[in-house]
């Protein structure tokens, strides 16, 4: 059934007020994950405990001549491991609680993916749709002043990464102005991630997350014992996606689902309205209208009118939400039609949401593991800007010469030439593309392996969530010992 009629229905209670912050709700979920673990006294408020916050204010002239005051923050959750790693976010929304919140996810983010970082995350309060990219600019770079000249921002202490409202071209700035305070540092272009691949960075950063997100589901269906405590079964093909939010995240995500794997996207919605189709969503064409428009206005099934919480209640396989924090709630928590979450946003679902969807047996694959694909490929940008050397420039010649060599000798053997798509296979050495897919893929898999067992152990553990924070958390724990702490 379409929800296109009931769209504007809410079926929030609006009990949102009597939740716990981002912040203590991610805690609460930590201390879910750390019963099940026997740390020694101490270690847990180590782990958990925010190490730094930086708060500034900062002048920018605008276009009209007046010079407005912006206010900025970057937390460092954690330093066991060095650099922290984070990202970026411009909106209105940032404020000194969700950077916090948002560094301590990267903290056990990157300990579930085996990144080497510790966690961190920054932001700066603005709407980046209302400024010129010339005001843009001289945020970002002012921005990144003031975090270098506090010391968080460095290629050995504190690396950077697009999130929300920034990309690339703010990542380009500021490696920019990294390098003109430190020209001898040559180690400089590692100062932050997600950068142009024109100026150090590596190919795939940007749809890593949802490249990420599209190997986390496809080992999920790999996985018929895990699929039917969702009561799904069979391939991703046909299966009946909602996204919400079309940006870096939920577009690359949505693309690769249905261009790929044949699942239909049968709603999204983001900022500027909403779509749903039974029949399937072109998401290309959805965002190339966006871009041009603004709007979904003139889109065929666009709506502007929809209210948030009919729109997440729609019925389907997966609910993807990829924008924002907060959105499944306690109040609308039991509106939600979909078969399993996917939170490929950053705390799409509240603590109480996440309550409300474990008694209803709705599975949530967790946003610790499922967007940790950015951070993976940041990681690899980091090692190739510190390396010096593009991935693959030793060896893919080598390769390619030894599979030709082994096309030969079967062709030989057979006395029948190759098939055609198997020699491409064998005599195409990887380029760096493909090498970094390659490091997702596994890093994702790997992931889901440990989470799955953690779950499927029967230690009392009941969802993925706290199994992934299990897992994470031991990790944590375990370099804190190698360090003899
Ligand atoms: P983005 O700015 O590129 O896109 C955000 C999208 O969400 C836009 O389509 C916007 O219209 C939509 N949106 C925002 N508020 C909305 C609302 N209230 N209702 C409906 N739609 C709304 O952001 P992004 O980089 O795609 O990040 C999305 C989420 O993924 C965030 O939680 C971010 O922290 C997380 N994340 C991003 C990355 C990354 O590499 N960019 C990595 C890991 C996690």
């Not at 990144?144 to 700035?173: C, F, H, K, Q």
């Not at 396989?317 to 924002?324: F, Q």
Request: negative net charge; contains cysteine.
């Amino acid at each position: 059934m379409s929800s296109l009629d009931t769209l504007t229905r809410s079926t929030s209670t609006d009990s949102r007020a009597a939740e716990p912050s981002f912040n203590e709700g991610l805690s609460l979920a930590v201390d879910r994950a750390l019963r099940h673990l026997d740390l020694p006294p101490g270690l847990p408020e180590q782990i958990k405990a925010c190490d730094s916050v930086l708060q500034v204010h900062f002048p920018v002239r605008l276009d009209d001549g007046v010079l407005h005051i912006f206010r900025g923050w970057r937390a460092t959750h954690s330093s066991h491991q060095l650099p922290a790693k984070g990202g970026i976010r411009y909106a209105t929304c940032v404020d000194q609680d969700e950077v916090e919140a948002l560094a301590a996810l990267m903290t056990y983010k990157c300990a579930l993916v085996d990144v080497p970082f510790g966690g961190s995350k920054g932001g700066v309060q603005l709407e980046p749709g209302q400024y010129s990219e010339r005001e843009l600019e001289a945020i970002t770079r002012r921005y990144a002043r003031e975090l270098i000249s506090r010391g968080y921002l460095s290629p050995g202490g504190n690396v950077p990464a697009p999130d929300m409202g920034t990309g690339a071209r703010e990542m380009g700035w500021i490696a920019d102005v990294y390098r003109t305070i430190h020209p001898e540092e040559i180690n400089a272009l590692a100062c932050v991630t997600g950068k142009p691949v024109t100026s150090g960075g590596i190919p795939g950063r940007t749809e890593a997350t949802g490249r990420g997100v599209q190997f986390a589901v496809r080992e999920l269906f790999r996985r018929p014992e895990d699929l039917a405590l969702a009561g799904l079964d069979g391939g991703l093909e046909g299966k009946r996606i909602v996204v919400q939010g079309l940006g870096n995240v939920g577009f690359h995500l949505a693309r690769y689902l249905s261009e790929e794997d044949g699942a239909l996207i049968v709603g999204v919605m983001t900022r500027e309205g909403a779509v749903l189709d039974d029949g399937g969503i072109d998401v290309a064409g959805l965002r190339a209208h966006l871009d041009q428009y603004g709007s979904v206005d003139r889109y065929p099934r666009g709506r502007t009118d929809v209210d948030t919480d009919a729109f997440l209640a729609t019925p389907c396989d997966l609910l993807v939400p990829a924008a924002v924090e907060g959105q499944i709630h306690r109040g609308n928590g039991a509106g939600v039609q979909a078969k399993l979450v996917v939170e490929a946003a950053n705390g799409p679902v509240t603590y109480g949401g996440d309550e409300i969807l474990r008694e209803r047996g709705i599975p949530v694959l967790p946003d610790l593991f499922v967007n940790a694909g950015g951070v993976t490929v940041s990681y690899f940008e980091w090692i190739k800007n510190l390396s010096h050397i593009r991935f693959g420039r030793m060896d893919r010649r080598l390769d390619e010469g030894r599979g030709a060599r082994i096309v030969g000798a079967l062709e030989q053997m057979t006395g029948r030439p190759a098939d055609a798509a198997l020699r491409a296979e064998l005599v195409t050495g990887a380029d760096e593309l493909t090498l970094v897919r390659s490091g997702l893929d596994d890093t994702m898999r790997q992931a889901y392996d440990e989470i799955s067992d953690t779950f499927h152990r029967g230690d009392g553990i009941h969802d993925y969530r706290t199994a992934a924070y299990v897992v994470a958390l031991r990790k944590i724990a375990n370099t804190y010992f190698d360090l003899g702490i």
